[in-house]
Nanobody
């Protein structure tokens, strides 16, 4: 059983940046691919980015490509999402998730473990 705890969310002006973190415990972190998803009010949860077990492979949603960067530190059991050039449309609760079903998975149902989420609000 893997426990995930996100942090780093907050209120930021458009054009700003935030670095989200997700700390994992209770499992072998380096054996899981990790993903970030987000959910805005009234909308379905959507894929943001994912990273392979080693960190050598990443995959992004088109809406964040070039603005967001996913990374991981297996020694610290932590995955990060560096967000830049934030837009009001990026406002959502951001969740990290873990899966050992494969790589470059963009479907939420393929992830087995989820954090509680961290709120990101981008003002115009």
């Amino acid at each position: 059983q893997v426990q995930l705890v996100e942090s780093g969310g907050g209120l930021v002006q458009a054009g700003g940046s935030l670095r989200l973190s997700c700390a994992a415990s209770g499992g072998t972190f380096s054996s899981y691919a990790m993903g970030w998803f987000r959910q805005a009010p009234g909308k379905e949860r959507e894929f943001v980015a994912t990273i392979s077990w080693s960190g050598g492979s990443t995959y992004y949603a088109d809406s964040v490509k070039g603005r967001f960067t996913i990374s991981r530190d297996n020694a610290k059991n932590t995955v990060y999402l560096q967000t830049t050039s934030l837009k009001p449309d990026d406002t959502a609760v951001y969740y990290c998730a873990a899966t050992n079903r494969g790589l470059k998975l963009a479907v939420a149902s393929l992830y087995d473990y989820w954090g509680q989420g961290t709120q990101v609000t981008v003002s115009s």
